[in-house]
């Protein structure tokens, strides 16, 4: 069964604990998103808002690198170039709240 050659899709996809009720597939964006942490998407909101690094590690109570260390991740995991392409994509697919 399933790889028998037989070109049956048996035995290719464990279906098992999958709900009937979700019948899209979450974006590649969603995806990139589901992968921030919550301090990430923290910084990301203060970045959508134009707060500068210095200005995020005052209000997050962190340093300076420990900011530039979650800019770098987000830019990483949303797969961007920069903080302005982060938070373009945060608001575009609504990663953050928008105030």
Known sequence: AGRSGDGSAEGLWD????SDGHRN???AEELLGSQLTDREREVLA?????S???AIARTLQVSPNTVRT???SIRYK???HS???AAAFAVRHGLVPVE
Do not use: I, M
């Open 25 to 27: 597939a979450p974006s």
């Open 15 to 18: 279906l098992e604990g999958v």
């Open 83 to 85: 903080r302005l392409e």
């Open 46 to 50: 203060l970045l959508t808002k134009g």
């Open 70 to 72: 979650h800019v770098q």
């Open 78 to 80: 949303l797969q961007v």
């Open 52 to 54: 500068t690094s210095l």
